[in-house]
């Protein structure tokens, strides 16, 4: 007899979270599945909780309350109990990088990843464009574009079935914030990789995702397609939407 699995084709499973630092509720409730090679944007007003909601997925803070699941098994609540197992499946870029000042861009990317050939080393180098004259050169001589490339190339060093991205183009001119979101596009595409990307930048967000969770005030207040998302008529998601795509600004200021 066939029985239908529910977990099949679902990556990552959230379920229930709550969160709350010193008696202040930060996540309420939040509850999310994410399919198998589904590009998934987390967006929300600042302070919403997307950071703490990531860093409680990845086991680097605990939960009050709740569970994750990853390929159906469900994953220790903290980083201390963890079994590493998981960490070998996933990439994570950092907000503002986060490299090692004192490593060598090829050290930096091969941190993640110690039994790595030189060949693996280059070859995410490679995928992120970054020029082969500058590879041992530290990060504080490149530029937040450029830093950015090292940080994916290292969170795709191993290969990983699931990328978190954690504002990749934050801090960016807006020609280098496109460059990097056709990046991860392609990345995407050629690894097809499960994704989830906290961004703000609302006008790169097609290139970035097909499918929105937005964070508001706590909880998980709107969720669906991306085209859906950009002329949704819930209000606060379409203001947001509306400040973050207003073409129109420039010219009644001026
Ligand atoms: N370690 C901590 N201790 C206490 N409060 C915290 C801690 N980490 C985060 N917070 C609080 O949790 C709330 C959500 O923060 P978070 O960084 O997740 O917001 P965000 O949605 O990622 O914002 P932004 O878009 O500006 O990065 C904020 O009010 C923040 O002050």
Same mark, same amino acid.
């Given at each position: 007899?066939?029985?239908?699995?529910?977990?099949?084709?679902?990556?990552?499973?959230?379920?229930?979270?709550?969160?709350?630092?010193?008696?202040?509720?930060?996540?309420?409730?939040?509850?999310?599945?994410?399919?198998?090679?589904?590009?998934?944007?987390?967006?929300? *007003?600042?302070?919403?909780?997307?950071?703490?909601?990531?860093?409680?997925?990845?086991?680097? !803070?605990?939960?009050?309350?709740?569970?994750?699941?990853?390929?159906?098994?469900?994953?220790?609540?903290?980083?201390?109990?963890?079994?590493?197992?998981?960490?070998?499946?996933?990439?994570?870029?950092? +907000?503002?990088?986060?490299?090692?000042?004192?490593?060598?861009?090829?050290?930096?990317?091969?941190?993640?990843? *110690?039994?790595?050939?030189?060949? /693996?080393?280059?070859?995410?180098?490679?995928?992120?464009?970054?020029?082969?004259?500058?590879?041992?050169?530290?990060?504080?001589?490149?530029?937040?574009?450029?830093?950015?490339?090292?940080?994916? /190339?290292?969170? %795709?060093?191993?290969?990983?079935?699931?990328?978190?991205?954690?504002?990749?183009?934050?801090?960016?001119?807006?020609?280098?914030?496109?460059? %990097?979101?056709?990046?991860? +596009?392609? %990345?995407?595409?050629?690894?097809?990789?499960? !994704?989830?990307?906290?961004?703000?930048?609302?006008?790169?967000?097609?290139?970035? /995702?097909?499918?929105?969770?937005?964070?508001?005030?706590?909880?998980?207040?709107? +969720?669906?397609? %991306?085209?859906?998302?950009? !002329?949704?008529?819930?209000?606060?998601?379409?203001?947001?939407?509306?400040?973050?795509?207003?073409?129109?600004?420039?010219?009644?200021?001026?």
């Amino acid at each position: 007899m066939f029985f239908d699995n529910p977990m099949a084709g679902i990556t990552f499973s959230v379920k229930n979270i709550y969160k709350s630092f010193n008696d202040i509720c930060i996540l309420k409730n939040i509850s999310f599945d994410i399919q198998d090679q589904q590009t998934v944007a987390l967006v929300g *007003p600042s302070g919403a909780g997307k950071s703490v909601l990531f860093r409680c997925i990845l086991g680097l !803070c605990s939960l009050d309350c709740g569970d994750v699941f990853f390929k159906g098994r469900k994953l220790p609540s903290s980083i201390v109990n963890n079994s590493g197992k998981f960490f070998k499946d996933i990439g994570v870029v950092f +907000q503002h990088s986060a490299l090692f000042d004192g490593m060598s861009v090829r050290e930096n990317v091969a941190f993640s990843f *110690p039994k790595h050939s030189a060949y /693996a080393v280059d070859e995410a180098l490679d995928q992120v464009q970054f020029p082969a004259l500058h590879r041992n050169t530290y990060p504080s001589a490149l530029s937040g574009g450029m830093r950015r490339r090292v940080s994916i /190339a290292r969170a %795709i060093v191993r290969k990983p079935n699931i990328l978190f991205l954690d504002e990749p183009t934050a801090g960016l001119d807006p020609v280098a914030s496109h460059t %990097i979101s056709l990046l991860i +596009q392609q %990345i995407q595409n050629i690894y097809k990789v499960t !994704c989830i990307t906290i961004t703000h930048d609302i006008l790169r967000l097609p290139l970035l /995702a097909k499918r929105v969770l937005f964070l508001s005030d706590q909880q998980l207040l709107w +969720q669906g397609k %991306i085209d859906d998302f950009l !002329c949704t008529s819930v209000e606060e998601v379409r203001n947001f939407v509306h400040f973050g795509t207003q073409q129109d600004f420039l010219s009644s200021i001026r």
